[in-house]
Nanobody, 115 residues
Framework: QVQLVESGGGLVQAGGSLRLSCAAS????????IDWYRQAPGKQRDWVAT???????MYTDSVKGRFTISRDNAKNLVSLQMDSLKPEDTAVYYC?????????WGQGTQVTVSS
């Protein structure tokens, strides 16, 4: 099993930056990819970014050029660097570990961007 803990959320002004972290524990060697998702109030949970075991990355269009997903394999840590934040980025951010046919979710961390 995999356990995930997100951290780094908070309140930031528009145009500012935050760095989110997702710490993985458990059967981390079998994780194929880590995703970041976000869910704004009243909205569905949407995919934001992915990094796979080869280091390949993908982003949803709305964050491309502003967000960067990265990994530190030695520390079992995946980060999401968020720059040029907009109020529309306000959401609870979740990391998800994909392992076989299963997905493991963290508890989420709140990101609030004020105008």
């Amino acid at each position: 099993q995999v356990q995930l803990v997100e951290s780094g959320g908070g309140l930031v002004q528009a145009g500012g930056s935050l760095r989110l972290s997702c710490a993985a524990s458990g059967s981390t060697f079998s994780i194929a990819a880590i995703d970041w998702y976000r869910q704004a109030p009243g909205k569905q949970r949407d995919w934001v970014a992915t990094i796979d075991r080869g280091g390949n990355t993908m982003y949803t269009d709305s964050v491309k050029g502003r967000f960067t997903i990265s990994r530190d394999n030695a520390k079992n840590l995946v980060s999401l660097q968020m720059d040029s934040l907009k109020p529309e980025d306000t959401a609870v951010y979740y990391c998800k570990a994909n392992r076989g046919n299963f997905a493991y979710w963290g508890q989420g961390t709140q990101v609030t961007v004020s105008s």
